[in-house]
């Protein structure tokens, strides 16, 4: 058996889970709702204060669903009760971000200023003078997403260091170009 896939959930106090027929989880937390449907060939039980996934037999695709839908249930979980939260960090010179309502106006050298719009669900701040931005929000994939896409914009690059990275992320540095000798 999967080993992720057999360890059964905890659910929290004040997270409320509705289990559907054909898979259909929501949960309820302090934080907001979320819903999301899974294989219906898998067993979803919540037994207590704890959700238990079993899958009907040892096929290869069984297998590989039983853990990715723990591992689903255990993030829908946690987004409700703690939430989800990337960091930014945005290094260069003239390089800056600006939050207006909705909308995120990022400075990143280019010849216009870049202009994105916060998905439902999700929330961006900034701070430390223009060069830290923070994004919030209950759904994992979708926080991690946004996130891509804003670091996507200008990845940083080895020989200076310049651009959008995660806050936890290392980048390896280049040694540039030597004069002639």
């Known amino acids: 058996?999967?080993?992720?896939?057999?360890?059964?959930i905890a659910v929290?106090?004040?997270v409320t889970v509705d289990i559907k027929p054909n898979n259909v989880v929501t949960v309820k937390g302090a934080k907001g709702?979320?819903?999301k449907s899974?294989?219906?060939d898998l067993g979803i039980k919540l037994e207590g204060t704890e959700i238990i996934v079993t899958r009907p037999n040892d096929l290869k695709k069984n297998k590989s669903l039983h853990g990715l839908t723990r591992t689903l249930?255990?993030?829908m979980i946690l987004g409700v009760s703690e939430g989800y939260e990337k960091i930014l960090d945005i290094n260069g010179v003239g390089y800056k971000a600006n939050k207006q309502g909705k909308k995120l106006t990022l400075n990143l050298g280019f010849s216009h200023p870049v202009v994105l719009e916060d998905p439902s669900g999700i929330e961006t701040t900034v701070e430390g003078e223009d060069r830290v931005l923070r994004i919030k929000g209950i759904d994992k994939e979708k926080v991690g997403q946004?996130?891509?896409?804003?670091?996507g914009l200008r990845?940083?690059?080895?020989?200076k260091g310049k651009g959008i990275k995660y806050r936890e992320e290392h980048i390896r540095r280049k040694v540039g170009k030597t004069g002639k000798k």
């Open 155 to 159: 990845p940083p690059e080895p020989y």
């Open 12 to 14: 929290p106090n004040g």
């Open 73 to 75: 249930i255990n993030n």
């Open 38 to 40: 899974f294989v219906p």
């Open 1 to 8: 058996m999967s080993r992720i896939g057999r360890k059964p």
């Open 33 to 35: 709702e979320l819903t």
């Open 146 to 151: 946004y996130a891509a896409e804003i670091r």
